[in-house]
Nanobody, 123 residues
């Protein structure tokens, strides 16, 4: 059983940066693939970025490529999402998710989900 806690959201101006953290407890995170998802008001949830358990393989949605970087520190049981050059359209609740099925597919079911952290980008 893995519990995930997402944090790091907040209010930032367009062009600014935030770093989201997904802290796991209850189990070692190095056994899990982790994904970041977001859901904006009135829109469907979308996959933003994912990382395999080893950290070798990553995925980014086209809308965030070149601006967001996913990384993991398994010693700290944490996965990060560094978000630079933020745009108003990045405004959403961001969720992290984890699953022991470790595959190169990002947008797929995940067993464990965090509670979400709100990112608001003002223009």
């Amino acid at each position: 059983q893995v519990q995930l806690q997402a944090s790091g959201g907040g209010l930032v101006q367009a062009g600014g940066s935030l770093r989201l953290s997904c802290l796991a407890s209850g189990s070692a995170l190095d056994r899990y693939a982790v994904g970041w998802f977001r859901q904006a008001p009135g829109k469907e949830r979308e996959a933003v970025s994912c990382i395999r358990s080893s950290g070798v393989s990553t995925y980014y949605a086209d809308s965030v490529k070149g601006r967001f970087t996913i990384s993991r520190d398994n010693a700290k049981n944490t996965v990060y999402l560094q978000m630079n050059s933020l745009k108003p359209e990045d405004t959403a609740v961001y969720y992290c998710a984890a699953d022991s099925v470790d595959i190169d597919v990002c947008d797929r079911p995940y067993r464990y989900w965090g509670q979400g952290t709100l990112v608001t980008v003002s223009s």
